[in-house]
């Protein structure tokens, strides 16, 4: 299904104007928490983007590969402009990008060299 963000399959062509429209940024995870309400195991990020954005909110489904001390602190990039969605009780600014390792669990995106607090991906 070209729809499922889980698919091998090949998505349709977007212009260059399309992918401009997602504002990806990178952060530096400040606080970690577990998500005890949430259905299926998550934790609650808080991500600093430095100014203007500041520390924003996400739930992330990555407790398969990731303790609270492996992501406190860690760079990740996220989308920070779609609209908030509320996950029980929990407010989800934010979607950190990651890719399915061999088992379907999230590996975050990462950056291998220093580079800007919430600068935008390009």
């Known amino acids: 299904m070209a729809d499922d963000p889980q698919s091998n399959a090949r998505q349709p062509i977007i212009?260059?104007?399309d992918f401009m429209k997602v504002d990806i940024r990178l952060g530096t995870i400040v606080d970690v928490k577990v998500f005890e309400e949430a259905k299926k195991a998550a934790y609650q990020l808080w991500i600093?983007?430095?100014d203007p954005l500041g520390i924003?909110?996400?739930?992330?489904?990555?407790t398969s590969n990731y303790d609270i001390g492996e992501l406190l602190g860690r760079r990740?990039?996220?989308v920070v402009n779609f609209?908030?969605?509320q996950?029980?009780?929990?407010?989800s600014e934010v979607l950190c990008l990651g890719f399915p390792d061999r088992n379907g669990n999230?590996?975050?995106l990462n950056v291998d060299r220093p580079a800007l607090q919430g600068g935008r991906m390009y």
């Open 106 to 108: 999230v590996v975050l």
């Open 76 to 78: 990740v990039a996220a």
């Open 56 to 62: 924003k909110k996400s739930s992330a489904q990555v």
């Open 83 to 85: 609209e908030p969605k």
């Open 87 to 91: 996950i029980g009780k929990f407010m």
């Open 48 to 50: 600093d983007f430095g």
């Open 15 to 17: 212009s260059f104007d």
